[in-house]
Nanobody, 128 residues
Framework: QVQLVESGGGSVQVGGSLRLSCVVSPVPVGQFYISWFRRSPGKKREGVAGIQSDGRKPWYADFVKGRSAVSQDNAKATLYLQVNDLKPEDTAMYYC?????????????????????WGRGTQVTVSS
């Protein structure tokens, strides 16, 4: 069973930045896709950004394009999400998710049903 542990959340002022981390253990064998999702109070969980395990095919939701970057450190089995210019609407629980390498794509990287393993999340609160 793959376990994902997120960290890096916290309280930040509008316009600030955060870097979230997700440690994957064990790392799945084969190529897989890993992404960040978030759930804001009263809203459905939505995809934020993701990347393939070989570092290719990054994906970003429109609401973070231009102010975020997803990256990985394979030696540390860690995925990162850097978000800049944070807005109050970025307040949410942020989750890391991994697709099983053998799972066939039906939807898109931002579709939560595409993912097999989930972390427990890290809270991000943006205040003015």
């Amino acid at each position: 069973q793959v376990q994902l542990v997120e960290s890096g959340g916290g309280s930040v002022q509008v316009g600030g930045s955060l870097r979230l981390s997700c440690v994957v253990s064990p790392v799945p064998v084969g190529q897989f896709y890993i992404s960040w999702f978030r759930r804001s109070p009263g809203k459905k969980r939505e995809g934020v950004a993701g990347i393939q395990s070989d570092g290719r095919k990054p994906w970003y939701a429109d609401f973070v394009k231009g102010r975020s970057a997803v990256s990985q450190d394979n030696a540390k089995a860690t995925l990162y999400l850097q978000v800049n210019d944070l807005k109050p609407e970025d307040t949410a629980m942020y989750y890391c998710a991994v697709r099983h390498p053998d799972k066939l794509w039906i939807g898109r990287p931002g579709d939560e049903y595409e993912y097999t393993y989930w972390g427990r999340g890290t809270q991000v609160t943006v205040s003015s």
